[in-house]
């Protein structure tokens, strides 16, 4: 086994092997595995690549509602900490924010106020990047 850094001659097998994923379907595209940012590699062996491996400074942000009932609150609190949070993550260098919800209200509104984009048509996450 070797580990490498990926190179461009990696993109079309990298393609390939995401045409190909039928446990993700419709979730990956080749272009976070080029941002700037992030660290992609590839572990390979006498057969070639067996797997590419995205590394990102990702900031994951789960919480628990103190009283999930009270939409006009939570709204609030979720304005004042995803300010706060977007902030906090610029400055220390992060490149994206994701948020996993399954909460069709909770997802639409963290599209609209903050521009969040689905990851995937099956993906729970929701992602930001800065």
């Known amino acids: 086994m070797n580990i490498r850094p990926m190179v461009n001659d990696d993109l079309s097998g990298l393609q390939a092997a995401i045409d190909a994923d039928h446990w993700?379907?419709?979730v990956w595209t080749v272009e976070p595995f080029c941002q700037p940012n992030?660290?992609?590699e590839v572990v390979e062996d006498s057969?070639?690549?067996a797997v590419y491996v995205l590394f990102t400074k990702t900031l994951r942000i789960s919480c628990i509602w103190a009283d999930g009932d009270n939409n006009s609150r939570n709204a609030r609190a979720i304005v004042y900490g995803m300010k706060d949070a977007i902030s906090k993550a610029k400055g220390s260098g992060f490149t994206e924010i994701i948020v996993?919800?399954?909460h069709?209200?909770?997802r639409e509104f963290?599209?609209?106020m903050f521009g969040f984009k689905p990851r995937g048509?099956?993906?729970k996450d929701?992602?930001?990047t800065l």
């Open 24 to 26: 993700h379907p419709g």
């Open 38 to 40: 992030a660290m992609t």
């Open 47 to 49: 057969n070639g690549p």
């Open 100 to 102: 996993e919800s399954e």
């Open 104 to 106: 069709p209200p909770l």
């Open 110 to 112: 963290l599209e609209k």
């Open 121 to 123: 048509e099956k993906s």
């Open 126 to 128: 929701l992602v930001l």
